[in-house]
């Protein structure tokens, strides 16, 4: 059985406990052993208490840990190959690939799940079992390796082929012209996006005399 | 011939004015017993529910949001089906197969499946469930589904339709049966509608538990043995394991709680206790759907339709959309309902649903033609509870005043007298601050270690200014 997500059900309500900080804290990309060190040995109601700047750092860490993972769980693509081959790419800076991976394992336990973290150039891979793996090769490479030893299967080629275009057609579909709200939706965008390399306030470099607002559907 | 894509578009279109898009279920663990044992299962569903991306209104596109068909007998005043000049509807299959791809892409967290009623609503519900039942037991889907019952749906029908889906809702779409006849008169309030939820919550509740008593048989016999797997999957629902506790379901007398015929603890209002109760037959409950502004209603006549509601039908949530005139259709006059009063009715709905709120004391705060006013429903009720000097001491007051005071929700609440039993005292405004307490709407009804920090006056005044 797959362990559940570090971040329990309290956490949501009463903040992180101390032993949720010492569990998830390195994962953090700036976590030191200092640090944890300096965790340790400072009382829980100090840590859970917002007003210092030391608790602040830490519950900002942990945040920052949990929120890329939520943004990955949502924003990541993925395809399914008639091989039963999951993939995407994803951009994890934290220590979350095994979360993440758990995350699509659950959901597609019968499938083998490549993920390519162009934040460090490598892919991680969860077989059926849940093994874990990470390799330092192109998300490609590793696809069609990994597809060559499996059978076709026609459970998932009733599914698998690129859908990208069905998407477009059901994303647009779903607009209501007169519930626009351009604040909402901008703020929706994960900063991630924005900031992407190539990137510059949302929109692509090479169109950077334009605004985001420009490609924003607008009802007028 | 229509193409998927092109159908997917013109549905979709159709579709996308249901504005349920929750995704939360916590069936999750008990899933692999309900549909079916096969290893090769796709899907999960969590409890907070993902979104998945985002439209330019803002609203989040987590679920399959196309109707089966646009073909309807019906023609409500209000709805596209006046003017809808192309009329296509999906096969089973082809509905199935198109929402698996997308799950298989991870844009979608679950499926909502409502449909125009071509024929009639039975012949209709029947196709509906045999694309959910394509999905469940061919593509073996285990995540979230939405099922839309049509007005006038058979019994038989929502007795499948319940053990396929994890959320069912009628469209109550207006507040009481005159209101329902100016914008659609074809349909029959009471008996299309209001008998359908009723016979809802009473299959729900005998499945659930009939499913409670053999988990407690089980338990109390402390016989470890696996329940046999079920062969028929209309029995499967008898093997979960169930996550309601019992002792949580404990009648407080004090309180003025109760337990209803099913054994189900109620408060005072009449309310469910325990609105999520774990329960693995329809986990995610019954919700509807109301049109605000296309009839005559004010808000008073929605809040007391939900009340009632949620004391007789034990609806999850009821969803408003805001009514908004489409070329065409007999109302394309009417002016189009501000998104605000959808905005106000929602807060007020929370009050009353999750922060117990009687309907007799929002009443109070209605304007004469019974409409909410303008401003934050919360901050009008705490100026008619606390009056002009009223003021509290969050270190003394229980938990019922604490979220009378604008500002302090449900978690901050709960942690002021989680800090309180740890013998903490609150004794500056920066310590109610980093519990999550919003002082700049909090203030005027506070007394902090005997110190205030602004009268309601002056606070009257700062929003005049503002
Ligand atoms: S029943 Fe009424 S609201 Fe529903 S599709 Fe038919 S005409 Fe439209």
Redo the contacts between chains.
Sequence with gaps: MIEKSKKTKNSR??GFSKEEMLINLPRHSQCSPNLLFKVQNTSE?ILK???SQFARKINQMLHEIFREL?RN????????NNRGV?Y?KITLSHQNENELLKF?H?????CFICLYNTFKNETITMNEQGRFQKFQVSLDEIVKKISLNRPITP?FE????N?????Q?????????????????KK??PKYAMEMPGMKGGVENRFRNNLLDKY???TK | MVS??EK??????NG??DICASTSSSRSESAPNLFGNT??????TISAG????????????SL???LFTNKCIYDCKYCFNNVCKKRVSFTPEEYA??F???Y????LEGLFISSGICGDADETTKQMLEAVKLIRFK?NFR?YIHFKCLPGTSYYLLKEAVQLADRISVNLEAPTKEILEEIAEQKNYNTDIITRQRWLKEIRNKYNAKAKKIIYEKHDNQNSAEIEPQQNFSENYLSFECGTDRASQKINSEKGEWADEWGITRRRTGYKKIRWDGAPILNSGQTTQMVLGAGSETDYDILKRLDWEYREIDLRRGYFSAF?PIKGTPLERKK?TP?EREHRLYQTDWLLRLYHVPIKEIKEILTMDENLPKGDPKLHLARNYFGDNGKIDPNKASYEELLRVPGIGL?SA??II?LRQDN?IIKSR??LH?IGVILKRADPFLRINGHIQTTIDAFKAIQVIQ
Excluded at chain 1, 73 to 80: A, C, D, E, K, V
């Design positions: 309500l009463f109601s208490n917002n007003g939520e769980r949502q924003f990541t693509r993925t395809n399914l999951l995407g699509f659950d959901r597609f336990p019968n459970y009733d599914i698998s082929m859908n990208e275009e069905i998407f057609e059901f994303y647009s579909s779903q607009f209501i012209a007169s519930r626009e709200n351009r604040k909402y939706f929706m965008i924003i559907k607008t | 998927t894509l997917i578009r013109i549905l979709g279109e996308k004015y290893p090769n299962w796709i899907g999960s993902v979104c998945h991306s985002y439209a330019p209104d803002g609203r989040c596109v399959f949001k196309v197969r198109t698996m791809k997308l298989s892409m991870n844009v593509y995540g908004t189009a998104l978690t709960r942690r989680q903490y920066s310590q980093s």
